[in-house]
């Protein structure tokens, strides 16, 4: 069996924002895709062991990246993770036993329109923001989401398919 894929083609020719926030809305939408239809302990699921990663985790990772890259660094807030405790350092994420999968998936869903409302705004893809001493621009961002992503698009495959033989691109 496969996953049925009803995720939006990038376009094969756009300008560069276009193309950019495109990418990586196909892979949001294929991270979806490999969530679809499991059960909240098939979600919760670590299936390769001795790794700890589990495709909830993997959501809830997916809602910190969005936020720590266009939130804090682009937007230039503090904002902090559901998920860790105040004052810790720990990144409790990937750490799901306990989690709440309606949550997970709303806060993810909540951080990804925030990052596209902050990119929507920008005045273009020269604009800047800090993560301590370094710059980058949002181009950047960009760029390293769609890497962020499909890295561990890889890892969901790999997830999805051992916990139920299903795959998909």
């Known amino acids: 069996m496969t996953l049925t894929d009803r995720r939006i083609q990038p376009p094969l020719t756009a300008d560069e924002r276009t193309t950019l926030t495109a990418m990586l809305d196909f892979q949001r939408d294929t991270l979806a ?10 979600l919760k699921d670590r299936a390769i062991s001795p790794s700890g990663l589990s495709l909830l985790g993997l959501v809830r990772h997916a809602a910190e990246v969005e936020r720590g890259w266009f939130v804090n660094v682009i937007n230039g807030e503090s904002s902090r993770s559901p ?26 869903r909540e951080e990804c329109g925030r ?14 923001g800090r993560l301590g001493e370094e710059v980058f621009s949002l181009r950047y961002v960009l760029a390293h989401m769609i890497e962020e ?4 698009n890889g890892h969901a495959d790999l997830l999805r398919e051992r916990i139920d033989g299903e795959t998909g691109e």
Do not use: N
Not at 33 to 42: I, P, R, S
Not at 116 to 126: K, N, Q
């Open 115 to 128: 990052a596209r409302a902050i990119v929507d705004a920008a005045a273009s893809l020269d604009v800047t």
């Open 83 to 108: 998920w860790t405790p105040a004052g810790s350092t720990d990144r409790a994420d990937f750490d799901v036993d306990d989690a709440d999968v309606d949550e997970a998936f709303a806060v993810w």
């Open 149 to 152: 992503y499909a890295r561990h």
């Open 33 to 42: 895709m490999k969530c679809e239809g499991l059960t909240a302990d098939q």
